[in-house]
């Protein structure tokens, strides 16, 4: 959520600052703004309601000119959102500003100090109190912007990613984070750097990037070199990495809309997940976390996943693959509850965080649990250099490319693979697997892209499909077994990108409540491909039908019995249960963009909701 771009250098500020902040607009926001620090030392900002369009054309006119200049788009937390609440926020004196992702705990008590002290706000927000205590600090002090930032934070209790700027210091940006990320870009000489809260808006100014790591302080000096302090002022050694991205995933490539751009991604996506880990050739699955880590992966006695949202039903599925392959007890935790609830963790414990961010503010927190436990923990990531990935003893990163549709869909899919190439690679090790089984996951997983292709055939069927369904006001969907929890991922889509109320559950225990709901009106979707419990939810289909539901089934090719049954059938090619989730998800994924289409939503886009939840 919010999205911060920063630039200081020799080139004109506000294009750079523009065009990140489109990079960025997959994140969520309501409104956005800039600042830049003019030539004649004039500080100059602009904000718009509204989309980053609209702030261009509330700025047509005006003076943007500047080599100085920080911008956001907001997602309201403290307060509506309007012009007066949108970043950047202005101290009283007009001469300091700052953007800010986080949220800042204490900021009631620290405004009503403020208050007493003479100043004023104009804005509801817990951001326009840190600006201002930044200025006091600094005029009752007479010192610099860098140490009135870094006395300020420590005063501060809650998440931050913050830019500052002075107009009395024009050759400066001062950077700082705690709980929410921080990128900076370092460009040729040290003549300019770029501030991002990830790495989309700068990557394609340079590959060179700083993680900024919580409690540092960075300061930005135009023609100097980085310098980064903790917040007691402690000098932090430097790591520059060189961060490759493909931009080409940055834009929607001729599609609608990015979420179907990386829904048709997917089989690509997949492959790359694999390539290197995967050797068909030799009948082996690699991965350099099982190589390095070995003796602790194998010794654990328990497998403790933690993730929200997407990822947790992608954590589900992967309690199963480990608990069947390897016979090991695996828990699946939100990470929002585990984080509060006391659990009971051993130092011989895995924990497994999975998140498409690497920065989900819950599944941190949870990480540092259970690193207080002494449990080894494990990530999951597709975002390089992300804090979980910083932040774990060792992972797998995903490697499906940027995701820009706030729906995850090949996040999804490529978290469900890589937990499919863990459970079977340990499994392997463990020699809890038979040969021949393993042997045809190998050949099956190799095919899966192929037969990915072959489902998104199936687009302009399911396009048609979803006009029946905008009627819709509620969608139950049921699955058994490996796809229980595509069920629920499919329900999520639905929810999220079309506002239709959508359930997921056990196919059995429809009868323990939810059956009551099925009439004629209401559309349930079953995820029924071939496999041991198919009779069943064949079974679970009856009853259905008997109450008048409007079925819409998921099959394995060439199902006769399923189409005697469902109003509507759609086809995926056979493959091993395990590795259905990663076909049935797909006609879900492709419903719910339809549903959404037609009813002239955003898809990308979705009210309320932001790519990466950094804040709790």
Not at 380 to 393: L, W
Not at 534 to 560: H, L
């Given at each position: 959520m919010c999205g911060i771009v920063g630039y200081i250098g020799k080139r004109e500020a506000y294009p750079i600052l523009i065009k990140g902040l489109h990079r960025l607009e997959y994140r969520g926001y309501d409104s956005a703004g800039v600042a830049i620090i003019s030539k004649e030392m004039r500080l100059n900002v602009l904000k718009a309601q509204g989309k980053v369009s609209d702030l261009e054309n509330a700025a047509q006119g005006k003076d943007t000119c500047g080599s100085l200049g920080i911008a956001h788009t907001r997602w309201a937390t403290h307060g509506i959102p309007s012009q007066v609440n949108a970043h950047p926020h202005l101290s009283q004196s007009g001469e300091i500003t700052l953007v800010h992702n986080?949220?800042?705990?204490?900021?009631a008590t620290l405004r009503a100090q403020l208050l007493s002290k003479g100043y004023t706000f104009k804005s509801q927000t817990d951001t326009e109190v840190l600006v201002q205590l930044i200025e006091y600090i600094q005029k009752k002090h007479h010192i610099n912007l860098t140490t009135a930032v870094r006395i300020a934070l420590n005063k501060v209790i809650g998440a931050y990613a913050i830019v500052v700027i002075d107009s009395k210091e024009p050759d400066l940006l001062v950077v700082a984070r705690k709980s929410s990320p921080l990128v900076i870009g370092v460009g040729e000489g040290n003549n300019e750097f770029f501030v991002g809260s990830d790495a989309s808006p700068i990557a394609e100014y340079t590959k060179k990037m700083i993680y900024l790591k919580d409690d540092e302080v960075a300061e930005l000096t135009r023609g100097e070199e980085v310098k980064i302090t903790t917040l007691n002022n402690d000098k932090v050694d430097i790591c520059i990495q060189n961060v490759e991205m493909d931009l080409g995933q940055l834009d929607k490539s001729g599609y609608a809309h990015f979420m179907l751009k990386e829904i048709f991604d997917q089989p690509d996506c997949i492959t790359d997940c694999m390539r290197g880990r995967l050797l068909l050739e030799y009948k082996k699955i690699v991965l350099s976390a099982i190589t390095d880590y070995r003796d602790r992966l194998l010794s654990a006695k328990r497998f403790i996943i933690v993730s929200c949202g997407t990822s947790w039903h992608a954590g589900l599925i992967g309690k199963q693959l480990i608990e069947e392959f390897c016979r090991i007890p695996v828990h699946v935790e939100y990470a929002s509850e585990f984080r509060y609830r006391n659990p009971v963790i051993f130092s011989n414990d895995v924990v497994i965080a999975i998140s498409q961010s690497g920065e989900t503010a819950d599944t941190l927190a949870a990480i540092e649990l259970a690193k207080k436990h002494g449990a080894m923990v494990f990530?999951?990531?597709?975002?390089?250099?992300?804090?979980?990935?910083?932040?774990?003893?060792?992972?797998?990163?995903?490697?499906?490319?940027?995701?820009?549709g706030v729906a995850s869909t090949k996040a999804f899919t490529g978290q469900v693979t890589v937990l499919t190439l863990l459970a079977s690679a340990l499994a392997k090790e463990m020699n809890r697997i038979d040969d021949e089984y393993f042997t045809s996951i190998i050949n099956e997983l190799s095919a899966i892209p192929d037969k990915m292709r072959l489902v998104l055939q199936k687009n302009d069927e399911i396009e048609v499909l979803s006009k029946i369904f905008t009627y819709a006001h509620n969608f139950l969907y049921l699955g058994r077994g490996w796809n229980y929890p595509v069920a629920l991922e499919g329900a999520l889509k639905l929810k999220e990108i079309s506002y239709i109320h959508a359930e997921g559950y056990p196919a059995a225990e429809m009868k323990h409540g939810p059956i009551a709901l099925v009439d004629s009106e209401m559309p349930v979707v079953f995820i029924a491909?071939?496999?041991?419990?198919?009779?069943?939810?064949?079974?679970?289909?009856?009853?259905?039908?008997?109450?008048?539901?409007?079925?819409?089934?998921?099959?394995?090719?060439?199902?006769?019995?399923?189409k005697q049954i469902a109003k509507t059938v759609i086809e995926i090619p056979n493959t091993l249960p395990c590795l259905t989730p990663l076909l049935t998800s797909i006609p879900l994924q492709l419903l719910a963009y339809h549903v959404a289409v037609q009813k002239g939503l955003n898809v990308d886009q979705p009210r309320n909701l932001a790519k990466s939840v950094t804040v709790e």
């Open positions: 986080g949220i800042i705990e204490n900021y990530g999951i990531v597709n975002a390089v250099g992300s804090s979980i990935a910083r932040n774990t003893d060792t992972g797998i990163y995903t490697h499906v490319g940027p995701e820009i491909p071939h496999h041991e419990l198919y009779k069943k939810i064949i079974s679970n289909m009856q009853e259905v039908k008997a109450r008048n539901g409007n079925i819409i089934a998921i099959v394995t090719e060439g199902d006769t019995e399923v």
